[in-house]
């Protein structure tokens, strides 16, 4: 069965988007991200364009950084079913050829490539007179008028707000409600005898078992029961827009819109299915609004069962486990959308699912790099990351990282990266630094623990060693006897014993490291960097005191770029300096 399918959406200063050039998949896709980086803005660009009505406000803020006299632009190639009409019309439309990867013009010799297929290109433009512009575009150059009569074959379903489940929920001209039932005259019916008589019967024949099939059909979904139409207050001026579903909850009849959200955002999508002969392409916001984990489930599966195009947006956990057979996207703080695919990014989406739900995430290497960089930005950020939508990610070590950051490159996508430098892999690290620029940091020798201690004025590694919970102090100085072979575990006794090596030797302990000849006891060796800094509190203790220890001046200059291409992520301008 063919049905109405986006395979290109060209968005242009719209809101707050300020160019995006997307081709979604034919079935589910499911746009992650985090807050105010335009995920609800894609959705409303798809319900702008396909709206069957005519918007009657259109206001400033539609605009990218409210520029009205530059306008906007929403256009999309459809593949369309020949139910649809629109080569049928007074005036009709002509195709284009699909190459794949855009809508091209047939040629005059009528030779299309052989994979092509016929394709339209409709677009909707606001302009700086705050007027919406319907058009379809035709392979000769000319544009022609998109008109919502056309446009209401399209059956959009569309679950954003409370006020829109609402709406499909009542007899509002242009509803999924308003398309089910069909019945033009019923409004001149209702003005004339609405005083006396009941609304369903008023209803035509075919009209009152649709009613009875939608029904039914709430029954099988667990919906509620006993449907009817009643004057319910409300939307618009017309009678008709005052007419909504109720149904019985116990032995009082209520409007199905005083409902909760989650049963009105099932029961819309189940009049959408019960429209005949409608395909609609759906766009759902926040699917978990309103539904307890199992109802999420269950309208995921629902809407990838359906053989339509979906669009919908989630912050939930549950909702993207359920979403097996959908195709996963993710828009970066820059706007910009690219596919979540491969086996690494699955891993990640398994264990780590808050990385596709964050504004800006930072992929570290480790554990202490995950320390390291909260500590880090944290101070760049006066406070906590949370409230500013910034994650970081343990990459699970060297390789793991290098393969996540190379995948969600190739989606076009921009994460922060937080690595060592193991000599391995230069050209694949050189070229995600020309993508990624200051979003990615990676140490010029070794690693965090090797840069900072190096940094560390002899005098001052007695202050390294101190662990300032005190839990690990004795700890890390019989790691420091044991391998000097000594039983005094004093500060002063180790410096006598080591002499110029103290710095190697508390590197070595730090990053567990087994001396020449005690391979047959690696494993206590290993062991010990757990009780120096390879843990999330680790790095956090090592950033620390490189404040504290008066090295922030030599590191200022590499890490404070990394620092303000975070804060630019977020919307923050750049520090000249983070201070002690």
């Known amino acids: 069965m063919t049905v109405p399918t986006i395979l290109r959406l060209k968005i242009d200063r719209f809101r707050g988007l300020k160019t995006v050039d997307w081709r979604p998949s034919a079935g589910l896709n499911l746009i992650l991200g985090g807050g105010d980086v335009g995920k609800t803005t894609i959705l409303d660009a798809v319900a702008l364009l396909l709206s069957p009505v005519n918007p009657a406000n259109l206001p400033d803020t539609d605009f990218y950084g409210r520029a009205i006299n530059e306008g906007f632009s929403i256009e999309a190639v459809l593949s369309l079913p020949a139910t649809i009409g629109i080569h049928s019309q007074l005036k009709p439309a002509w195709p284009w050829d699909w190459n794949g990867a855009e809508a091209i013009a047939p040629s005059l010799e009528g030779d299309a490539p052989a994979d092509s297929k016929p394709v339209y290109r409709v677009r909707v433009r606001g302009t700086e007179d705050l007027e919406l512009y319907y058009e379809i575009l035709q392979p000769d150059g000319s544009a022609d008028h998109f008109p919502v009569a056309l446009r209401r074959q399209f059956g959009l379903v569309r679950l954003g707000g409370d006020d829109r489940n609402d709406r499909d929920l009542r007899l509002v001209q242009g509803s999924a409600l308003d398309r089910l039932l069909s019945d033009k005259g019923l409004r001149s019916r209702m003005a004339s005898t609405l005083a006396d008589h009941a609304i369903k019967d008023e209803l035509a024949v075919d009209a009152k078992a649709s009613l009875v099939d939608l029904d039914k059909a709430f029954g099988v979904r667990s919906l509620p029961t006993g449907l009817d139409l009643q004057i319910t207050g409300g939307q618009g001026a017309s009678i008709a827009s005052m007419v909504g579903l109720t149904a019985q909850r116990g032995t009082m009849t209520l409007p199905l819109a005083s409902w909760g959200a989650g049963t009105r955002r099932l029961a819309a999508l189940a009049i959408a299915e019960q429209n005949q002969g409608e395909t609609p392409i759906t ?137 060592d430098e193991e000599g391995k892999h230069a050209d694949s690290w050189k070229a995600l630094e020309v993508g990624l620029g200051s979003l990615l940091f990676r140490w010029e020798k070794g690693c965090i623990e090797e840069e900072i201690v190096a940094a560390i004025a002899d005098d001052k590694l007695e202050e390294l060693v101190i662990d300032p919970t005190g839990e690990k102090t004795g700890t890390r100085f019989w790691t420091l006897a044991m391998r000097l072979g000594i039983d005094a575990k004093d500060m002063a006794s180790i410096r006598a014993a080591a002499g110029d090596g103290l710095k190697a030797l508390i590197l070595e302990a730090a990053l567990g490291k087994v001396p020449d000849g005690k391979e047959s006891e690696k494993k206590a060796y290993r062991s010990q960097s757990q009780s120096w800094f390879k843990t999330v509190a680790g790095g956090q203790e090592l950033i620390d005191k490189m404040f504290g220890l008066g090295l922030w001046p030599t590191f200022k200059p590499r890490l404070l770029p990394f620092c303000n291409a975070v804060r630019g992520a977020v919307g923050l301008e750049g520090l000249s300096d983070l201070g002690a």
């Open 283 to 419: 766009v759902v916001d926040e699917v978990e609004r309103g539904l307890e984990p199992y109802r999420q489930r269950v309208l995921m599966e629902k809407l990838q069962e359906m053989p339509t195009q979906a669009f919908v947006t989630t912050h939930s956990p549950a909702t993207i486990s359920a979403a097996a057979k959908a195709t996963l996207w993710y828009v970066d703080h820059a706007g910009q959308i690219g596919e979540i695919k491969g086996k690494v990014t699955e891993q990640h989406r398994a264990r780590d699912p808050e990385l596709f739900l964050s504004r800006i995430a930072i992929v570290a290497e480790g554990a202490t790099e995950c320390g390291a960089v909260q500590a880090l930005i944290g101070r760049a950020l006066g406070g906590a990351l949370a409230p500013h939508g910034v994650h970081v990610c343990d990459g699970g070590g060297h390789e793991f990282t290098l393969g996540l950051l190379q995948a969600l490159a190739k989606s076009r996508l921009r994460f922060g990266g937080f690595v």
